[in-house]
């Protein structure tokens, strides 16, 4: 191959191969030639070094290869010098480099060590921005951090991303959970919506739509947080986030309620008294929340249950004694009222369930309001065992980790020794009792 005049329109680079030149280059004989090279190039590090060996040559690949280098070969082994090669190159017609000649004939390469320190160096850069982030915002050793910061690493997606957007991305998701379980997190009952918390951290109140990164990474580290399964639909994530204290709106999620006669003469005060004194239950929103101003007779005393079955068994009793149901972790909607109706003067008395989540729940609740446990010592959660064995019904074994009852020291021994879980519903007759007058006060 001898060297040409650049053809009329060429660019510099262009010049250094004619069309003539690049066309025997191509040709069908040298294409394995060049696929190979390619691959060995990007693995190289596009470093000419190393010999090359293809087998299987055919006669037409044995004579081109035998005109590019300028050695005749026998046989269907070929094994090439690459720097020999890249030399022969530069001399001949193709006045380039074998680097430059595989990116002519198969398109730019990558130098693929160069591109994994690249994504290496991105990465480590994002999680140095996250570390730096969880220990400005006091969330280091959360327990949840590490184990949220490995799955997010494992996943990959942010490493897939343009440096600057993974870094932002994860410090947002930081400065979520720092508004949500940080040291200076606001009152549950006082967090804003997922609209206002998107729109203070990201800027826009879309930021933590479902379907978005950044609010697929928050929920990860809030189901950590709260020891709670990652939700896998839309149903499970908003629950997720109202576990949280995130309203994702104020009219969708309720509060269940049975018997709550505030005082007064707004509408909407008139409204629920008039449905409380009808016998009906009543879903009261956020929105219903703030329409209403809290004031009750002295001495109110609110009873607090777990599951919506007690309210449904109470309202067909005729109980009166106000009654609002937690629905298993308290949501922003439940902390609203119960915050109320605490501030307003009322007593509560909280009941849940007999398993070690029921016990977590029942910890922070009673101690939040200094609420007195409802038929939730150690003598009733025996009473209760001993009832289901004597009438043959089976109960659930407890399972999970203990966890200590804060307001009766024999109740968590009692339960481990026992083994069985016993759910609020339950007990449904001896609750009842508690809500119908004339009524004792439970032991």
Known sequence: M????????????????????????????????????RDRLERNGLQVRGRLRLDGVTAAEREALALLTGRPYAGDTVSISLADLDAQLRTGAA??????????????????????DARRATAEAIWTATDDALRSRGLADAAWSRPWLDEVRRAGTLARLAPDNGKRLIVQAVDVMAVLT????????????????????????????????????VLRALARSLELPTPQDARSRRELWEAAG????????????????????????????????????????LRDLTRITWRLAPDTEVFVCENPRVVEAAADRGCVRPLVCASGNPTTSVLTLLDALHAAGARL????????????????????????PWRMRATDYEQHVATARDRGTPLPPLTGTPVDALWDPELTPAMTALGVAVQEESALERLLTDLIPPCESPQ
């Open 246 to 285: 995130v309203a994702v709106d104020r009219v969708s999620t309720t509060v269940l309620t049975l018997g709550l006669e505030p005082l007064g003469d707004e509408s909407a005060v008139r409204l629920l008294r008039d449905r409380t004194r009808a016998g009906f239950e009543t879903h009261l929103t």
């Open 2 to 37: 001898t060297a040409a005049e650049p053809e009329p329109g060429m660019t510099a680079a262009e010049a250094r191969m004619t069309a003539r030149t690049r066309a025997w280059l191509d040709q069908p004989a040298l294409a394995r030639l060049w696929d190979r090279l």
């Open 349 to 372: 008395a909280y009941r849940g369930d007999f398993d070690w989540p029921g016990i977590a729940i029942a910890n922070r609740m009673i101690g939040r309001y200094a609420a007195r």
């Open 95 to 116: 006045e380039r480099g074998l680097v430059e000649v595989v990116a002519e004939l198969r398109g730019p390469l990558t130098d693929r060590p160069a591109a994994r």
């Open 182 to 217: 940080g040291p200076a997190s606001p009152d549950p009952a006082g967090m804003p919506g997922r609209g206002e918390l998107a729109e203070r951290v990201t800027g826009t109140a879309h930021g933590l739509d479902d379907g978005t990164l950044l609010s697929r990474i």
